[in-house]
């Protein structure tokens, strides 16, 4: 059964730093697609960070220079340090996986964490 659990949201002043942990459970992790999402309200979910099949990187241009999406593959865990944040940064975080069966050649994410909650204040 494939589990992702995120931790290490919290509440922080502009310019501070957190650092998002996403623990997964039930799947070949190194070998898949994982990335950091975020949905703030009213808004679309947007993709933060990701990894590609490849362990190549991919950020959101409003987090490029800030944000470090890293991966620890003997922990089956994928973090997310976030640097400089801004109010805009305000938003559910979620960690999610592409473990479909098929490989379509891009990655599409079919499981996702419950959320952890990142509250930036100026």
């Known amino acids: 059964q494939v589990q992702l659990v995120e931790s290490g949201g919290g509440s922080v002043q502009t310019g501070g730093s957190l650092r998002l942990s996403c623990a997964a459970s039930?799947?070949?992790?190194?070998?898949?697609?994982m990335g950091w999402f975020r949905q703030a309200p009213n808004k679309a979910r947007e993709l933060v960070a990701s990894?590609?099949?490849?362990?190549?990187?991919n950020y959101a241009n409003s987090v490029k220079g800030r944000f470090t999406i890293s991966r620890d593959n003997a922990k089956n865990t994928l973090y997310l340090q976030m640097t400089s944040l801004k109010p805009e940064d305000t938003a559910m975080y979620y960690c999610?996986?592409?473990?479909?069966?098929?490989?379509?050649?891009?990655?599409?994410?079919?499981?996702w964490g419950q959320g952890t909650q990142v509250t930036v204040s100026s």
């Open positions: 990894f590609d099949r490849g362990n190549r990187t």
């Open positions: 999610a996986a592409d473990h479909r069966a098929t490989w379509t050649g891009v990655c599409g994410y079919n499981y």
């Open positions: 039930g799947f070949s992790y190194s070998r898949n697609c």
